[in-house]
């Protein structure tokens, strides 16, 4: 399917375990992003990738990992999930950079028990 | 300090009628504003947006203004449609890159046929 797309949906896991979200565009964008969703906090960025193998930090990076080896994936990793992660991850891209041509996933909402 | 807020968390507009949605900001450095709407179990989508060069930006039924004295933005919805009903994210960056994006925490807005 042609897109961004992110996988699993619906997460639950627990605390101190590591947990990946994937997200894979079709679109070959340059840039991707990872978002956190919060009530109260709109989204916050996590980290961003230019290019493949490119990455930077956002507003919000700690306690995440996240790698580009391939233009099309951008996997988010949470090396040992605390409660406090526990909200909605939102993955988005695009072609400049631009936020007026960003496409965003339909997000992964993680709960860490 | 929450830079971007949008002090209403909810409206209830009837359709036809205009929805009025507002949003401050305290980062006078912001130069590109943006609306993004966003619907249940999907992610957010690009709507509107403005630089900080103008005061108006108008596309079909949806209008932002943005007084800079003020900090402060608004999105007119007119005439609102029940298929408007959605959460509405004020989002602020610098030079439209999507590293640098801050968002609200969302307004949602409800329509009644």
């Known amino acids: 399917d042609a897109g961004i797309t992110q996988s699993p949906r619906y997460k639950i896991t627990e605390t101190g375990r590591q947990v990946t979200l994937m997200c894979h565009q079709t679109w070959s964008h340059s840039y991707m992003f990872w978002y956190r969703q919060d009530l109260g906090h709109g989204l916050r960025l996590i980290y961003y990738?230019?290019?493949?193998?490119?990455?930077d930090k956002g507003e919000v990076p700690d306690g995440y990992v996240v790698s580009r080896s391939k233009t099309e994936n951008f996997p988010l990793t949470l090396e040992s999930a605390t409660r406090s992660q526990t909200s909605v991850y939102f993955c988005a891209s695009s072609p400049t950079g631009k936020n007026t041509e960003a496409f965003f996933g339909q997000g992964t909402r993680l709960t860490v028990v | 300090d929450q830079q971007v807020k949008q002090n209403s968390p909810s409206l209830s507009v009837q359709e036809g009628r205009i929805s009025i949605l507002n949003c401050d900001y305290t980062?006078?450095?912001?130069?590109?504003f943006l609306w993004y709407k966003k619907y249940p179990a999907e992610g957010p989508t690009f709507l509107i947006s403005i630089s900080s060069i103008k005061d108006k930006n108008e596309d079909g039924r949806f209008t932002v203004f943005l007084n800079k004295s003020a900090k402060h933005l608004s999105l007119h919805i007119v005439p609102s449609q029940p298929g408007d009903s959605a959460v509405y994210f004020c989002a602020a960056s610098f030079n439209n890159a999507g590293n640098m994006l801050t968002f609200g925490g969302g307004t949602r807005l409800m329509v009644k046929p």
């Open positions: 990738s230019a290019a493949a193998d490119i990455t």
């Open positions: 980062n006078s450095m912001f130069d590109y």
